[in-house]
């Protein structure tokens, strides 16, 4: 008996790579992450909300995630039903969870989450053990504005 599916088969692509927990490992993760996703042929107003939160939450595991002597990962998944971009940050600090500021963000710092929250998808943390933990973030590839919800 022949059997056939209707179930398009899912393309799953992954790009992961380890970096120092420095500002030049942050801005090395932007870099490769643009570049990879350009070899994949993601659209190009994906890629540049991708490299936004690449951006920030690097800027955030290099800036509270970040323990002497490791670094975090930058994972990225491409894939799914319905067809998203999976952007991962994962670091050592699993005691300190990303929280969306109440109220307005003041002085240098606070916006990231804010912009995160904003352009992206969906988002959320999750335990990474031992001791860490993993920030991630979702891109539709369907055209459309974000919908900013985090969870």
Known sequence: ???????????????SQLLS???RGARLARL???AELHTWNVPPDVTER????VAELAANAV???RVP??????????GGTPRALHIEVTDARGDRLPAL????????????????????????VVPF?????????AVSLASGPPTGLSG
Do not use: C, S, Y
């Open 1 to 15: 008996m022949n059997r056939t599916t209707t179930q398009a088969p899912t393309t799953e692509l992954m790009f």
């Open 21 to 23: 927990g420095t500002r």
């Open 32 to 34: 490769l992450a643009g």
């Open 50 to 53: 991708a490299e936004q939160i």
């Open 63 to 65: 800036r509270h995630g």
């Open 69 to 78: 002597g490791r670094g975090f990962r930058l994972r990225l998944l491409l």
């Open 101 to 124: 500021p109440e109220g307005a963000p003041d002085g240098e710092g606070g916006r990231g989450l804010l912009l995160v929250n904003g352009i992206a998808d969906r988002w959320g």
């Open 129 to 137: 053990p031992p001791g860490g933990k993993t920030v991630w973030a």
